[in-house]
Nanobody
Framework: QVQLVESGGGLVQSGGSLRLSCAAS????????MSWYQQAPGKQRDLVAQ???????IYADSVKGRFTISRDNAKNTVYLQMNSLKPEDTAVFYC???????????????WGQGTQVTVAS
């Protein structure tokens, strides 16, 4: 099977920085897009940033200029560098990846377990 394991969350003061990591492991042939989503209490899960297999990126308007997504294809790992954090960034951050487990198989969606990010004012 496939596992996505996130790390790097925690408590930080407003204006501070955190770096999230998400490593994919298991039966993996190929990974297409990798993304980060956030879900605040009582709200839906929203896309924060996405990166394609060739490095094309997309960001939510709320994080443009503050967050940077990157990936290391050799390590099957995606990162989210978060700078100038605000209290409204407080949420559980989830890693998402589309992964093919076989050469001729299609891509399936996989989620990580989530990591809490809390920004204190």
């Amino acid at each position: 099977q496939v596992q996505l394991v996130e790390s790097g969350g925690g408590l930080v003061q407003s204006g501070g920085s955190l770096r999230l990591s998400c490593a994919a492991s298991g039966s993996i042939f190929s990974i297409s897009s990798m993304s980060w989503y956030q879900q605040a209490p009582g709200k839906q899960r929203d896309l924060v940033a996405q990166i394609s297999s060739v490095g094309t990126t997309i960001y939510a308007d709320s994080v443009k200029g503050r967050f940077t997504i990157s990936r290391d294809n050799a390590k099957n790992t995606v990162y989210l560098q978060m700078n100038s954090l605000k209290p409204e960034d407080t949420a559980v951050f989830y890693c998402y990846a589309r992964i093919a487990q076989q050469r001729n198989g299609g891509y399936s969606a996989f989620w990580g377990q989530g990591t809490q990010v809390t920004v204190a004012s």
